[in-house]
C-alpha cells in the first residue's frame, strides 16, 4: 500500500507500517511544515493515501475531488494512552489491504468509511 505519513502522525505508527512492508513516505522527511494542498498535491501525484490527525484533510480532499487512487485516513484519538492509540492506529491500517478512494476515520475500536466523490480534478 502506498501511503503518506502527514507531520502529525506518531513515529511508532509510521514504523509499524514500513516494518509491515508499506510504501510510506512521511510528510517529515522531504516536505517538513508543508502545507494540506502541497501534501494533497504528492499525494495526488505519487498515488498515495494520506494518513492524518489533521481534521481538515477530509473537507479538501472531498472539494479537490482527490482521485479514486488516492484516499485520507483520518485519525481520531485523545493520546492519552500513547501506546495504546499507536497500536490502534496500526492496527486498523493494516487490516485492510486497500484505502484508496475512500476517506476513513481511525476511532478507538471502529473505522468509519465513505467513498470519496466519482470525480477527478486536479489541486
Known sequence: MRLLADENVPGPVVGALRGHGHDLLSAKEPHPRADDAVILKIVQREQRVVVTAGTDFGELAFRS?????????????????SDADNQAVATALISRDDWSGISAVVERGRVRIRPLPPFVRML
Open 65 to 81: 475531488g482527490l482521485p479514486a487512487s488516492c484516499g485520507v485516513v483520518l485519525i481520531r484519538l485523545d493520546w492519552t494512552d
